[in-house]
């Protein structure tokens, strides 16, 4: 029986504990690829990835291992991303694996979302083999991490193997270990197809290409297949292994992970989670867990001055194409002109998505403040959800206002708890529980605002706390809070990119921050630049740009002419990165700094 022969599984840990290294062992000493051709970390493929040493994009290997049994083992290896705004896919990945390697750092131990990717492991039934990473080094506490693995996860760690992913220690041990605990898939190739889209990204060859691990039946090149979530039928032109390149096969079956292409024209028509079955006898149970993605965070991305609007939107159709979790749609503001509200998983998501519209398609792009999506109900009871400030009906006519709240679990050496629970008032958060996990490690659980977690919480619990807080976090529920909408005028002018919506007891705060901050930013000109924040029509906050007393242009007259050039040449130069509202000139990072608070 070819199931016997195969063991599905994922690499789960906490950031910067090994995942990525240790997958670059597994696949050199089981791989098909050679190791000098071995790029480092190839499993994270994509540049901005590897800069910030996170993983968005999910990939999958499949390897070959001679077990000592003298049995050849196919090992697919699922990979996971790594960052708490991409749990869905996180746990859709694990949902195509039958078990899990752990892996704890044993020089840092059991960490927050070490948790959260246990417990998302732990719903979708896998066995879980925890092994002990970094043991080249003298920090290492092996004890330690396995009495903190058993006490606060609640699983065996006394044999966990103990590794270095970095030098290869132990690696031999923890194969023959993953063969034995995990256990085989299982599933029957003479079913109905029901296979699970884990992953997808666009080729501009092939189309689509979807990740998929088959749960039962089959599925071959000229097979009709429907996406039962979205209702889609596509031919299959190719399906075939990872190995981590892709080799066509004759067909996928029952327990085995490989890929499908189907000319299908965009990721959102392969969504991660649907259930993949055949147009012609399709299955009637299609896999649980399925979920439409979910924007968390907007902002208004608008070519920057120079940029032409349609080379913003053919990236923007480009980077949607691979992207099923980014969105968006045109707007207008008066200050910026056409643009477009984007939509994002999180403030990483997005950051990568604004760093690749500068990096991979070269445009100059001004983004908006991020917002979250407030859902505002008015008094005729009808309900409208935001995500731009701006566009806040009058509050004449809101009944109320509810804004979305995380559930966030932080986990911390108990010296930092005070400086903690201090940042997480100030943060609006509500302490639901602390638990000492250990004698010297405790967990809080927050409920937060979303709003107060996305701009720079996560820097700040790091700062606060050396970096040994670790943070995980998801979405609650929606609450009502009493908000205002503060908006910035400059020279009388309201600035609609500038709006936000804030805290009604903090709106004083926040307005005379603003305005302070916006005076630094603000050159001067040849005439006073009022700046106010205002709450309707009540200006609570002022600051003054001085004008400039004399030309400065007017100095070189009768000078040198090279260095007056020069001169009108910076000028030009300052200028392109500047935006212009009414008369006033604005630098374009003043949208990103000015929220900025600590
Ligand atoms: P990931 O975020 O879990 O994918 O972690 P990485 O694999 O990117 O590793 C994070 C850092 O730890 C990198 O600098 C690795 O070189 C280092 N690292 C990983 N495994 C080991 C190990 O076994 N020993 C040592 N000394 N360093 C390691
Ligand atoms: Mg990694």
Known sequence: DYLKKIRNFSIIAHIDHGKSTLADRLIEKTGLVASRDMKEQFLDNMDIERERG??????????????????????????????VDFNYEVSRSLAACDGAVLVVDATQGVEAQTLGNVYLALDEDLEILPVLNKMDLDSARPEEAKAEIE????????????????????????????????????????????????????????????????????????????????GKDYEVTEVGYCIPSMVPSKELKAGEVGYICASIKQVADARVGDTITLTKSPTEHPLKGYKKAQSMVYCGVYPAEGEKYENVKDALEKLQVNDAAFNFESENSAALGFGYRCGFLGLLHMDV??????????????????????????????????????????????????????????????????????????????????????????????????????????????????????????????????????????????????????????????????????????????????????????????????????????????????????????????????????????????????????
């Open 54 to 83: 996170i993983t968005i994009k999910l990939q999958t290997t499949r390897l070959s291992y001679k077990a000592k049994d003298g049995e050849e083992y196919v090992l697919n290896l699922i990979d996971t991303p790594g960052h």
């Open 151 to 230: 006490e606060i996860i609640g699983i065996d760690a006394e044999e966990a193997p103990q590794i270095s992913a970095k030098t290869g220690l132990g690696i031999d041990e923890m194969l023959e270990k993953l063969v034995e605990v995990i256990p085989p898939p299982e599933g029957d190739p003479d079913e109905r197809l029901k296979g699970l889209i884990f992953d997808s990204y666009y080729d501009s060859y092939k189309g689509v290409v979807i990740y998929t691990r088959i749960f039962d039946g089959r599925v071959k090149k000229g097979d009709f297949i429907r996406m039962m979530n979205t």
């Open 353 to 598: 998505i604004i760093e690749r519209l500068e990096r991979e398609f070269d445009l100059n792009v001004v983004t908006t403040l991020p917002s979250v999506i407030y859902k505002v109900v008015m008094k005729d009871g009808s309900e409208i959800m935001v995500q731009n400030p701006s566009n806040l009906p009058d509050p004449a006519d809101i009944q109320r206002i509810e804004e979305p709240i995380v559930s966030a679990e932080i986990m911390t050496p108990k010296d930092y708890v005070g400086t903690i629970m201090t940042l997480c008032q100030s943060r609006r958060g509500n302490m639901v529980h602390m638990e000492y996990l250990t004698e010297t490690r405790v967990q809080l659980h927050y409920e937060i605002p979303l709003n107060e977690v996305i701009y720079d919480f996560f820097d700040a619990l790091k700062s606060k706390t050396k970096g040994y807080a670790s943070l995980d976090y998801e979405f609650k529920e929606y609450r009502a809070a009493k908000l205002v909408k503060l908006d910035i005028l400059l020279n009388k002018e309201l600035i609609d990119a500038f709006s936000t919506i804030v805290p009604e007891e903090e709106a004083y705060a926040k307005g005379r921050t603003i305005c302070a901050k916006l005076k630094k930013l603000i050159p001067m000109h040849q005439f006073e630049v009022p700046i106010q924040a205002a709450i309707g029509q009540k200006v609570i906050a002022r600051e003054t740009v001085r004008a400039y007393r004399k030309d400065v242009i007017a100095k070189c007259y009768g000078g040198d002419i090279s260095r007056k050039k020069k001169l009108l040449e910076k000028q030009k130069e300052g200028k392109k990165r500047m935006r212009q509202f009414g008369r006033v000139e604005v630098p374009q990072e003043a949208f990103t700094e000015v929220l900025k608070f600590d």
